[in-house]
């Protein structure tokens, strides 16, 4: 890691309280964008010939922003992610003096296309819930598919469902402690289904002082990316044709409580959202409720 972004990091988690996994975010981030700078130096050094990070130019982190679009094909959501990681380097180096101009301030974020969450419909849920990846042994089998069943009934982000831990869990009572983002702690219920399942791996959870729920080898506790590859593993057999993530259960479970008769702001609070607006793109898109509140609120088919 470039010092600087060091520096930053240090920063951020100490004076800033950001989360372990927010701090790792910008510093990924920034160690992508120094990759790009070497990158650039190798193939023409006369064109860039200080690759370091103090040496950047306006011009440098536009050559980025289409770098990212052209060659990788990021979205513009990601784009602007990475663009907010530099912003805060350059920001934070100017502010304690090490640089003297700000070379992010005057770069535009692209515009973001807003897309609509594309739940699934519970039949492929419970294809993916029901699907087992043959050649596990029975404990990781287990783990596995509390992991699918768990963010199905609970509607967790992956980096929370990582983060649960064995104190977290109250099986009795169904619920579950949650540290979402910002640091922000609240509480989910869970079905019965996904209780049993729990259970079900604790009996063989590997013993380890580790605290986290999800172990994985070696007694060390899953990260996000274990948890994200564990999806992927089991939706890329599972027979669905839709494009989905474990961010797609999220959108499913908010869907489905919705066109079940939840109401919003209990929907709300369980995912875990600051505003009901963000929350309200799930009753847009939970045709099934509407119906059911016309045909009971319009009264001409109960007319003559």
């Known amino acids: 890691m470039d010092p600087l972004v060091g520096e930053l990091a240090y920063y951020l988690g100490t004076e800033r309280k950001r989360s372990p996994l927010t701090v790792a975010a910008y510093a990924r981030d920034l160690t992508d964008f120094a990759g790009f700078l070497q990158r650039q130096h190798a193939e023409a050094p006369e064109e860039w010939p200080d690759p370091s990070l103090r040496a950047v130019t306006p011009s440098h982190i536009r050559r980025y922003i289409g770098y990212m679009f052209d060659v990788h094909g990021y979205d513009s959501r990601t784009v602007c ?6 912003r805060a380097l350059y920001r934070f180096l100017r502010s304690t003096g ?15 296309v807003k897309k609509k969450p594309a739940p699934l419909d519970v039949k492929d849920v419970m294809k993916i819930l029901h699907t087992s ?25 992956r ?29 989910v219920i869970i079905n019965h289904t996904a209780a049993a399942a729990i259970e079900s ?11 986290a729920l999800f172990q994985g080898r070696g007694g060390k506790g899953l990260t996000p990316k274990h948890v994200w590859r564990i999806f992927k593993d089991v939706y890329r057999i ?7 993530s474990p961010h797609t259960l999220r959108h499913s479970f908010a869907t489905h409580l919705i066109e079940n008769g939840s109401d919003l702001e209990t929907v709300r609070e369980l995912l875990g959202h600051e505003s009901l607006s963000t929350t309200g793109i799930y009753l847009k898109l939970a045709m099934g409720h509407k119906r059911r509140t016309y045909d009971r609120a319009h009264p001409r088919d109960r007319l003559p």
């Open 98 to 112: 090490v640089l003297e101009t700000d070379p992010a301030s005057s770069i535009a974020a692209p515009s973001i």
């Open 159 to 187: 980096a929370e469902l990582a983060g649960v831990r064995l104190a977290d869990v109250n099986l009795e009572r169904r619920e579950i402690r949650v540290m979402g983002k910002g640091s922000k702690e609240r509480t």
């Open 81 to 86: 992610r990475k663009l907010s990681s530099i």
């Open 201 to 211: 791996y604790l009996r063989v959870r590997p013993r380890t002082d580790d605290a």
């Open 133 to 157: 990846i043959a050649g596990r042994d029975a404990a990781m089998q287990a783990r596995d598919r509390a992991i699918l069943e768990l963010f199905y009934a609970s509607g967790m982000r």
């Open 238 to 244: 599972s027979g669905v044709a839709q494009k989905a």
